[in-house]
């Protein structure tokens, strides 16, 4: 069983950074996609950012493209999600996710097997 803690969350004025961080503690293995997703109360869950461990593919929301980063540490075991030029818009709970399926255009589209609990962003203008 794969379990996802993530951390950094936080408040911040429109225009910082925040570093969100997620620990996967038990199976892993090298084949994983992981992402980022978020998601306001009332409104439908929306990924984020997706990377395939192992390897270099990463994929983007266009609301987030040039402004959020994804990567990962200690061989797929840690993700991470560099968020800078924070907007309110990207106020939200944010969740890691591991082990995609299904079908879609990219990671961003497909269902994950595991999730972690999610940490809350809050940005002011």
């Known amino acids: 069983q794969v379990r996802l803690k993530e951390s950094g969350g936080g408040s911040v004025q429109a225009g910082g950074s925040l570093r969100l961080s997620c620990t996967a503690s038990?199976?892993?293995?090298?084949?994983?996609?992981m992402g980022w997703f978020r998601q306001v109360p009332g409104k439908e869950r929306e990924g984020v950012a997706a990377?395939?461990?192992?390897?270099?593919?990463?994929y983007y929301a266009d609301s987030v493209k040039g402004r959020f980063t994804i990567s990962q540490a200690n061989a797929g075991n840690t993700l991470y999600l560099q968020m800078d030029s924070l907007k309110p818009e990207d106020t939200a709970m944010y969740y890691c996710a591991a082990d995609c399926y299904g079908l879609g255009t990219s990671p961003l589209d497909y269902k994950y097997n595991y999730w972690g609990q999610g940490t809350q962003v809050t940005v002011s203008s």
């Open positions: 038990g199976y892993t293995t090298s084949s994983y996609c």
């Open positions: 990377i395939y461990t192992g390897g270099s593919i990463t």
